[in-house]
């Protein structure tokens, strides 16, 4: 049986296991948008830091950008199908495109991948699925920073689920799954 600290412990765990082990699938995260329409896509989790904020890679003239711009408020959804694990996380996004935090990140990413020196944007139609790359870096850090994170658990014989408050310390509540 879970007490709402050790069960909040537990998603903490596995989030921060998911840096360290890139086949953990909280590697990877469903980001929810607002816009004209609700927008979903998956994206890769860089890092979650020691306050819970967490990081994704992304071009800089991608939609998700200028959508998260206008309108910061989002969500994430991990699923850790083993463990049967869901977390939702109610977010405020930023889209960083100067500063240390984005210099060191920049370095790594455009390092390992040359999608970042695509000369068309992200979307852009294409007569081939072949495109050309150019000298400039077109790279942006996205930092989630969480409001609320909600836990379930599915399991035999009773599922657990738990609603968290960043501005209530993530103290925890109860929900009925």
Same mark, same amino acid.
């Given at each position: 049986?879970?007490?709402?600290?050790?069960?909040?412990?537990?998603?903490?765990?596995?989030?921060?296991?998911?840096?360290?082990?890139?086949?953990?699938?909280?590697?990877?995260?469903?980001? %929810?948008?607002?816009?004209?329409?609700? +927008?979903?896509?998956?994206?890769?989790?860089? =890092?979650?830091?020691?306050?819970?904020?967490?990081?994704?890679?992304?071009?800089?003239?991608?939609?998700?950008?200028?959508?998260?711009?206008?309108?910061?408020?989002?969500?994430?959804?991990?699923?850790? @199908?083993? =463990?049967?694990?869901?977390?939702?996380?109610?977010?405020?996004?930023?889209?960083?495109?100067? +500063?240390?935090?984005?210099?060191?990140?920049? %370095?790594? %990413?455009?390092?390992?991948?040359?999608?970042?020196? %695509?000369?068309?944007? @992200?979307?852009?139609?294409?007569?081939?699925?072949?495109? $050309?790359?150019?000298?400039? $870096?077109?790279?942006?850090?996205?930092?989630?920073? @969480?409001? +609320?994170?909600?836990?379930?658990?599915?399991?035999? @014989?009773?599922?657990?689920?738990?609603?968290?408050? +960043?501005?209530?310390?993530?103290?925890? =509540?109860?929900?009925?799954?």
């Amino acid at each position: 049986m879970y007490t709402l600290e050790s069960f909040f412990e537990l998603a903490k765990a596995e989030l921060f296991r998911s840096d360290e082990d890139k086949q953990h699938p909280f590697r990877t995260m469903i980001l %929810a948008t607002q816009d004209s329409f609700p +927008g979903l896509r998956i994206i890769v989790k860089r =890092k979650i830091t020691q306050e819970l904020d967490l990081l994704a890679y992304t071009d800089s003239r991608s939609s998700k950008v200028k959508v998260l711009k206008e309108k910061p408020l989002c969500s994430l959804l991990f699923y850790h @199908p083993d =463990k049967k694990l869901q977390l939702i996380i109610k977010a405020n996004a930023r889209v960083l495109e100067s +500063g240390n935090l984005f210099d060191q990140h920049q %370095a790594m %990413a455009t390092r390992y991948s040359r999608d970042y020196y %695509a000369l068309q944007p @992200p979307g852009t139609i294409i007569a081939q699925p072949d495109y $050309a790359f150019g000298d400039q $870096a077109h790279f942006a850090l996205l930092l989630f920073q @969480p409001l +609320g994170i909600q836990v379930l658990q599915l399991s035999d @014989p009773r599922h657990f689920r738990a609603d968290y408050l +960043g501005s209530d310390n993530w103290k925890g =509540k109860w929900l009925v799954p």
